[in-house]
């Protein structure tokens, strides 16, 4: 039988936080917390890159063990920056530069896909199911104060949308343990980009 799942994902400066709503659930529908990330139901949104390996690494919560790491933290509000191009601050940390050719679009694409296949690795496991057998879509909160202005709704409406392109159509072992090479986020964050501004995006006034 095929399980109808809802994920919804909170993207935060430092930590997401993830729930999942089955609609066909005994008794009606119910909703579940997804709390088995090392015994939290935060995972850090902040993201290390390894220099030496050439890799982007999701979903840690420091960078212990990396020969030579660059830490990027609150990437979604350096992607509020990136979107407004007005100068107004929304990120006030050290501005550690990005590898070339790669914006915080990027790497917010790449997170919030990791996420997404985190969460459907263990909701697969928590049913015993096999991927055939579960439909998933998703939806992403953002600040109210990014809700209300129509760039940055726009922009991370962008990002979620991509994200769901790539949980839909590539492998999630690419991503699944959490390292991505320089190169395939590159690719395949443009690819996403690419594929969704193909098909019209809902009107941002009716999204809530």
Known sequence: MTKYIQLGLDY?????????????????????VID??????????????????????????????????????????????????????????????????????????STVWYLAVAARTRILQFYGVGSDDLKMSMTMGIPMSFYNDAMLKEGFLEIVRSAYWLLKHQDDCIIRDGCLSLENLRRLSELARNKVQEVPAPDTNTIR
């Not at 400066?13 to 609609?23: E, G, L, V």
């Open 36 to 109: 088995d990330f090392g015994g939290s139901f935060r995972v850090p949104t902040m993201v290390v890159y390894d220099e030496t390996r050439g890799e982007f690494l999701f979903g840690r919560k420091n960078a212990s063990g990396i020969g030579s790491p660059l830490v990027y933290h609150s990437v979604k509000m350096r992607l509020a920056e990136e979107i407004k191009k007005d100068g107004k601050k929304y990120f006030y940390g050290m501005q550690i530069q990005f590898p070339d050719g790669v914006r915080a679009r990027d790497i917010a694409i």
């Open 12 to 32: 935060g400066t430092s930590a997401a936080k993830m729930i999942f709503r089955d609609f066909q659930a005994t008794g009606g529908e119910r909703s579940y």
